[in-house]
């Protein structure tokens, strides 16, 4: 059977991402390591771009919030005070036969229900079309026993809803075959290390796995530089670890990954559905500014018996990936529940002096929290196109092209001598680079047929490409000091003036 589209999307985005350098498996010589990415020259370049702009766009614009930079590391009560220490599990599922591990929550079953009698089950693991590959299954299965009678239509239930006298007739999605999977059991997902010379348990620390707990510990210190008045916020940008149980989708879900997190402070008295709402809003029109479609995103509001005790509500943005839709950012109204445990585990007083009011009160906290991963997977899933242009001999081939954002773009524009070997073509097309390289990011290229390189430049997202011609040196002298400006999604040529590219590339980027 061909793989589904969706894969065959996936595979092409990974290689070529692999292929022209924005992102390769970590420790690839030593065979890799699951869950850990390393960002080439033009992923590190295009991560770059969405961490300046959510911080252009959170911190320095805005009178409101201000920046922080916490440890990695912080002392181990932090951990227990936030909860993580205690409860930051994931159901997980050993297939004994195997060795494989799930997370329970993304095996699937059913039962194989035929004349109203169970005849066995079937199982697999979460996907787009979990409801068709169960019923698939149970179709073989029923044709496989050779039982007779009418088969029922398969009902989806998740593995954490399995009861203890089901588990043992469940089907490992590794194996096929029933008696291997474990009882869900809990799985903290911190990861540790030790800190200072000795290695016993008073050494324990752990590798932060979200940043938000940092603004948190910090409140005070902030609050009292004497800058900020509630309502405030505190962002941060930076590095995560999870030990995740099933790592996958590429970076969707890494054990390391980066987040841009920034806690919101409101009066204990404001209406926090009025915040949370403002950034719900503020986080998609963010998202449509890097670039994203808004067919794409979607939001899904946690139903309130799912939400921990002390949340008033999470909203989540959605991303249509090739893999499904699938948790872009969240954005959760948390109450004061961070700020008093923290009061509590560390006998600081966390309250908030309000001046105009004369009143003491702990905060309440509004908190988008993404991860920048997941924002360039979902970039470079939206921009990924094939189309249809000319080679050099005009034969129509395949074109791929990243059509980034230009403010995103890793590169922002190329610049072409029209041949390599005239001397005075490729001084000039150095000189372009020049005058252009210290307001944005060029990529000159004298390399092949200047069909191919536009082509390497499609391939990479790279919004405009500069060509320098026989005219740019005079051969039509009204056209002397000119070249061509072409656009990467129509291929169209316009004849511009040297000394008007720096404006113009500005204002078209902007
Ligand atoms: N402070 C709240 C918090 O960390 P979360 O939903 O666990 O909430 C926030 O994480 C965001 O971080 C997610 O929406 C996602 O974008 C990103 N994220 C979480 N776990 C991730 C992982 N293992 N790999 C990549 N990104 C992840």
Redo the contacts with the bound molecule.
């Keep these: 059977m061909a793989e589904p589209k969706t894969n065959e999307l996936m595979e092409k985005i990974v290689s070529l991402c692999k292929r022209r350098g924005f992102i390769f498996q970590s420790s690839e010589i030593y065979g890799g390591i699951n869950g850990f990415w390393d960002y080439g020259p033009l992923g590190a370049e295009l991560k770059k771009n969405i961490r300046d702009r959510w911080w252009d766009d959170m911190v320095r614009r805005r009178d409101d919030v201000v920046g922080l930079e916490s440890s990695i590391i912080m002392h181990p009560k932090v951990w227990e005070a936030s909860g993580h220490v205690g409860g930051f599990t994931d159901p997980m599922v050993d297939c004994k036969a195997s060795k494989q591990r799930f997370r329970a929550d993304q095996i699937f079953f059913a039962a194989v229900v035929v004349d109203g009698q169970t005849a066995g089950y079937v199982s697999a693991l979460e996907s787009e079309r979990i409801a068709e590959e169960l019923q698939e299954k149970a179709e073989t299965f029923k044709r496989k026993k050779a039982i007779q009678g009418k088969l029922e239509p398969v009902h989806a239930r998740e593995f954490t809803e399995a009861k203890p006298e089901e588990i043992p007739l469940i089907p490992s999605p590794a194996t096929g075959e029933p008696g291997s999977l474990t009882p869900p059991r809990g799985f903290n997902m911190m990861l540790e290390t030790n800190v200072g010379a000795l290695r016993d348990e008073s050494s324990v620390a752990y590798l932060r ?4 707990q940092g603004m948190f510990v910090d409140f005070k210190a902030i609050v009292d530089t004497g800058r900020v008045k509630v309502p405030f916020g505190i962002a941060q940008i930076g590095k ?1 670890f ?1 030990n ?1 149980i099933t ?1 996958r989708n590429f ?5 390391e ?1 980066e ?1 841009m ?1 920034m806690e919101y402070f409101i009066s204990d008295q404001d209406d926090w559905q009025k915040w949370h709402r403002y950034w719900i809003d503020w986080c998609r029109d963010w998202l449509l500014g890097v670039g994203l479609p808004a067919n794409l995103l979607s939001e899904f509001d946690h139903p309130k018996e799912k939400l921990a005790f002390y949340s008033k509500g999470t909203t ?1 943005i959605m991303f249509q990936f090739p893999f499904g839709v699938q ?4 954005i ?1 109204a948390r109450g004061d529940y961070d700020l008093t445990q923290h009061a509590k585990f560390s006998g600081a007083s966390l309250m908030y002096f309000d001046e105009a009011a004369k009143r003491r009160y702990v905060p309440h906290v509004v ?1 988008p ?3 920048i ?3 360039l997977l979902a970039i470079l899933c939206s921009a990924y196109c094939e189309d249809e242009a000319p080679d050099d001999k005009g034969k129509l081939e395949t074109r791929v092209v990243m059509k980034f954002h230009p403010r995103i773009a890793p590169v922002k524009v190329a610049v072409f001598p029209l041949l390599k070997n005239k001397p005075e073509l490729v001084k000039k097309a150095l000189a372009v680079r020049d005058l252009l390289r210290p307001h944005l990011t060029v990529f000159y290229d004298e390399a092949g047929a200047i069909g191919r390189r536009y082509r390497r430049q499609d391939e990479i997202g790279t919004p405009f490409g500069v060509t320098v011609d026989f005219d740019t040196l005079g051969e039509k002298p009204e056209l002397l000091d000119t070249v061509t400006l072409r656009d990467r999604d129509t291929m169209q040529q316009t004849r511009v003036k040297i000394a008007d590219l720096v404006p113009l590339l500005l204002e078209k980027i902007r």
Excluded: N
């Design positions: 796995p979200e940043t938000a995560s999870r995740e790592p970076i969707f879900r890494s054990r990954f987040q997190e989540d948790e872009l950012w969240g959760a908190e929290a993404v991860g991963d997941r924002i």
